[in-house]
């Protein structure tokens, strides 16, 4: 049996759709109690200041028993003010609610940051981008019964 491979620079939108249709059929046969990507919970928690100015925000995603930090920013003038902390609290609280019991993320210049709250490094990517690091952290947000 002959194999041929291909190189999609520009992969359609039906390209993406019969990969992700294959994937979703395995996990559903590997995994069966497992909840659908359609189920994914997705949210952001947004700071404005008394003006009403976009200060900082975070965007999650909820699946599986998972919280995923993924995009968090803080305008430079209110970073050390505790916003972020207060941004990653309320991803942190809405997360649970949402069913999560850990929350992952991956970092290159805020370590210290996570590490402040809790988090636990569990991978590190040197060289990404090149000349950092790219670190992967998680934290327990709920005991084991």
Request: glycine share 6%.
């Amino acid at each position: 049996m002959e194999i041929k491979i291909d190189t999609l620079d520009s992969p359609t939108e039906q390209d993406q759709k019969a990969l992700d249709n294959r994937f979703t059929e395995y996990l559903r046969i590997q995994y069966p109690n497992l909840q659908p990507e359609s189920e994914d919970k997705k949210f952001m928690v947004v700071a404005h200041d008394e003006t009403g100015d976009y200060i900082g925000a975070i965007s999650c995603n909820c699946y599986w028993n998972g919280l995923e930090i993924d995009t968090f920013w803080v305008k430079e003038s209110h970073r050390g003010r505790k916003v972020g902390s207060k941004l990653l609290e309320k991803a942190e609280t809405i997360g649970v609610s949402k069913g999560a019991e850990v929350a992952f993320l991956k970092t290159f210049d805020a370590k210290q940051f996570y590490e402040q709250h809790g988090y636990e490094i569990y991978g590190v990517l040197e060289d990404r981008p090149i000349g950092t690091n790219l670190y992967h952290l998680k934290k327990r947000l709920t005991k084991h019964a």
